[in-house]
């Protein structure tokens, strides 16, 4: 092993987190601002389906939004004063997370961009959004935006496991998927892929090969979500019905390690676990303690001597 193989330079961590990439570029701490610009979704609007995914929450996954109600403006300032007093001399991402923030005319998506556009504190611009919801005329004007602000999108794939995805009531196929990827490649767009662990009918090797998978496709970024249930889904109706059996904090660990060393070494990893809501969580309750989570993957990386992107081939 050599220093080349294993990347000592992400802080002393044995995977490219986002905090080094966001400290190295900014020289400051960077947070993210969670914002709903009133977006909705294709598998909700009855374009493609109802409901959502079956794990999506009625806010569609913005739950943590302090302010929902506000005006786009008046969220990010209440939502950025709480950063403040933890980062008083930081920079923000605003991040446009609630639903699907892509799917609506131009006019809207500039509307809800361009305000952040000429503000120093803000460093880049976040946009979830599904490969479905990405028209050319949409791309073209977020990569023109690219020269003032830089731009993530955000986009789920979950699993490249299409049966998987058809249960999970996506609606869109794992070659949908990767078309909009090679359309965004040719663009200064950076782009997120959200994964997700322990969805229904998938065993580890499942999951290991949703990352090799992804892994050579051009992507900038990660985020690797444990499923969970959470009250008012689809999937709290099913677990209800039928007790649905989640791995457990253990497996989830050694599969994020695995999973890490088939992994990019490029790929800024964003997320190595999910964030619920406590009140609204039925399980798994271990998911609350994020901190020990990211800890114990760190001291499982370094008891196995292992990095991400080892197996990457």
Sequence with gaps: MTKQDFPYTFNEKRYHTFNYYLKNRYQCKVSKVILDAGFTCPNRDESKGVGGCIFCSEAGSGD?????????????????????????????????????????????????????????????????TRCDCLVEETIAYLNEITAKKPVWLEIGLQTSNDHVGEIINRKYSFQDFKDALDRLAK???????????????????????????????????????????IRNTKLAEMHEKHHYELISRQQYIELVVRQLEYLRK????????????????IEPDWLIRKTTILNDIDKRMRQLDTWQGKFYE
């Design 187 to 229: 663009t200064d767009i950076k782009v997120c892929v959200h994964v997700m662990n322990g969805l229904p009918f998938e065993n580890e090797e499942d999951m290991l090969n949703t990352i090799r998978d992804i892994s050579h496709l051009p992507f900038d970024g990660i985020k690797i979500h444990m499923l969970h249930i």
């Design 64 to 128: 943590s939004n302090l302010s929902l109600n506000d005006d786009l403006l008046s969220q990010y300032r209440k939502n950025k004063a709480v950063m403040d007093r933890k980062w008083p001399n930081g920079m923000y991402i605003p991040y446009f997370q609630s639903f699907s923030n892509t799917y609506g005319p131009l006019k809207r998506i500039k509307e809800m961009t361009e305000p952040f556009l000429h503000m120093e504190e803000v460093a880049e611009i976040a946009i979830a």
């Design 266 to 281: 490029e790929v800024v990893v964003q997320r190595l676990t999910g964030d619920p809501m406590v009140q609204d969580l």
